[in-house]
């Protein structure tokens, strides 16, 4: 297949792109930068130069291609940035769903969204659990979006993603590192049992490609290796990286500690991904999350 990536030079996409090459399939890779550009064609993809803001570009890939995986997604740049930009990187993402359904509607050719995992209550989500509610405390829309779509003839799906890790970055717990750097302790709340889910970023790329060769139309998929690791253990692992103490604090302590992130500090989020093993003979094999936080590098440049 043609394929279109979104997000083609990120952190995940960059691992895709690679993954659907060796696998035998055209990538046409979305690029806002010249250096994002070479990068692709380096790695033996097209490119489409824009951003998701540009609808006319990202029209323009959908049409040319075969299947849109749509991994981009504006996150925080830094621990400090509030929620009023979230809601507006929401919104920007919601539009380019919208933009990209719309050119696949009433074809064969798939789309998959890139969403988050939930929270189910004492026991780990599955895949047949419906996606958090858009609201103004979590406005991001991108799976509500993409099932929408389906009833107007889009085949898409949805794939979550937990905490995605390698030694350079590790999803949300990238932030808790700069914050607990700036803070001077590494922090979790209570008892600090409550779980994170977590994959490494190279078992997820190829989640992506096998949803894209074996998916079904409306289905969830898990991207998640581990179901569950505990933010004391995340925490612990983080102090011994900058040498700083290890704290509890309370649930009420946690938006002046944490920020943004005191949102989803406490949440107990673990998360299965049996179903998505058994369609997909997915068998996840990276290193796992405390690993990697533990060989990344806690220098700064």
């Not at 990536?5 to 890779?29: K, N």
């Not at 949440?267 to 990276?286: E, F, V």
Request: proline letters at 5%.
């Amino acid at each position: 297949m043609r394929v279109f990536v979104t997000g083609a030079t990120g952190f995940i996409g960059s691992r895709i792109v690679p993954d659907l090459i060796s696998a035998g399939h055209q990538v046409l890779g979305l690029a806002r930068s010249y250096a994002g550009a070479q990068s692709l064609a380096a790695a033996g993809a097209q490119v489409q130069r824009g951003d998701l803001e540009d609808l006319e570009s990202l029209r323009s890939g959908a049409a040319a291609s075969d299947a849109v995986l749509h991994v981009a997604f504006r996150h925080f740049q830094h621990f400090r940035h509030d929620w009023t930009r979230f809601a507006e990187n929401c919104e920007v993402d919601k539009l380019a769903i919208e933009t990209i359904g719309a050119v696949l509607q009433g074809s064969s050719r798939p789309l998959i969204v890139t969403s988050g995992v939930g929270v189910a209550q004492g026991r780990a989500a599955t895949e047949d659990d419906p996606p958090i509610p858009p609201s103004a405390t979590y406005p991001r829309a991108s799976e509500a979006t993409a099932i929408a779509l389906l009833e107007h003839g889009v085949r898409a799906s949805v794939m979550r993603l937990p905490q995605v890790h390698d030694t350079l970055k590790q999803g949300l717990i990238t932030p808790l590192v700069a914050i607990a750097r700036a803070k001077g302790v590494s922090a979790y709340i209570g008892d600090g049992h409550n779980r994170w889910p977590a994959a490494h970023v190279t078992d997820v790329a190829r989640l992506y490609r096998l949803a894209l060769e074996k998916g079904t139309a409306g289905a969830r998929y898990h991207a998640v290796a581990e179901e569950g690791v505990p933010l004391k253990d995340i925490a612990t692992a983080i102090g011994h990286g900058l040498n700083v103490p290890v704290i509890s604090i309370s649930p009420e302590q946690a938006q002046e500690h944490f920020g943004f992130l005191g949102f989803f500090a406490g949440w107990d989020a673990q998360t299965s991904s049996a179903q998505t093993r058994a369609k997909l003979g997915w068998n996840p094999s990276g290193p796992d999350l405390l690993t990697d936080i533990g060989n990344m590098s806690y220098a700064q440049d």
